[in-house]
């Protein structure tokens, strides 16, 4: 039940509407009888710093932000984290005693997804597809998981470059490699997990973002997880992984554990996970 002191929570980007994060975070609330409200706020790009103000100014906790607001919310902010600095883009904002505070949860989601399915990351090869924001963001929380080495592959390697630099700037331990994303074959690096953050696999008929000699070429205990998400369904990638008996992690999973660390963000309490689950469809909800 919504009240004067019901504290308020959100969502900006364009489009939001078709946004899972409401029904999670409020089933979780009124799970747990919490006091606040999660909105869905469809915010023009060009209206970004008035919606920012307008949001502190009517006392909300703290918001999310999903494309195209993520990198154009940076000069608005007051402090980041790690994981925004390393990554670029922040998708969790915190408001208290008038600052605002940046996060990237993705990559913990995605850390925290792995964790989950059985996926050890400590001590483990790791290749990752893409060098975008997602890609950072995990690339940082993996390395901070205490993975042995961490294998970037990008079509532009320069840009996997500079974020194997950052990263390495980091001193985690970790080593890190850039690669171009057409090696990727004859690189003879047999990862323990293969995450793909590119934008391969949002549409159903979207070619494999790796070869399919490759996929095939993984160790049998290899995991392939997926940082794209389809409602109800698995990626091309993700139903290859399948058919060769490999582990998979939907993408629906970091979707789901980056909401629950923003959601501990702003309460400081533990978020009741399940009943955030249950508000996601099809295979992404755990419900194989």
């Known amino acids: 039940m919504i009240t004067g002191k019901t504290k308020l929570l959100g969502l900006m980007g364009r489009p939001v509407s078709h946004s899972l994060s ?86 913990s989601g995605m850390a925290e997804a792995c964790r989950e399915a059985g996926a050890k990351v400590s001590g483990k090869t790791i290749v990752l597809l893409g060098a975008g924001g997602a890609a950072s963001a995990i690339s940082f929380a993996l390395q901070s998981e205490g993975a042995s080495s961490l294998h970037i592959f990008n079509r532009s390697v320069d840009r996997a470059e500079s974020l194997a630099a950052k990263l390495e700037e980091s001193g985690e331990g970790t080593e890190v490699r850039a690669h171009p994303l057409e090696s990727l074959e004859t690189s003879g690096i047999s990862p323990d997990i293969l995450i793909n953050t590119t934008s391969l696999g949002m549409k159903n008929d979207d070619p494999l973002p790796v070869p399919a000699a490759y996929l095939e070429s993984l160790p049998e205990h290899a995991t392939v997880a997926d940082a794209v998400y389809l409602p109800g369904d698995r990626t091309s990638l993700l139903h290859a992984a399948g058919k060769l008996g490999l582990r998979t992690i939907n993408g629906q999973r970091m979707l789901l554990y980056q909401g629950v660390h923003a959601q501990k963000l702003w309460t400081g309490l533990e978020p009741n996970v399940e009943a955030m689950d249950a508000e996601l469809p099809g295979v992404g909800s755990g419900k194989l």
């Open 22 to 107: 409401p029904a999670m975070h409020n089933a979780a609330f009124s799970e747990e009888n919490l006091d606040f409200v999660y909105v869905a706020m469809d915010v023009d790009p060009d209206k970004l710093p008035d919606a920012v103000r307008g949001a502190a100014a009517l006392g909300f906790r703290g918001f999310n932000l999903t494309m195209p607001h993520k990198e154009k919310i940076i000069p608005l902010l007051d402090e980041m984290d790690g994981a925004a600095k390393i990554s670029g883009a922040v998708n969790t904002v915190v408001i208290e005693s008038g600052k605002l505070r940046g996060h990237n949860t993705d990559g």
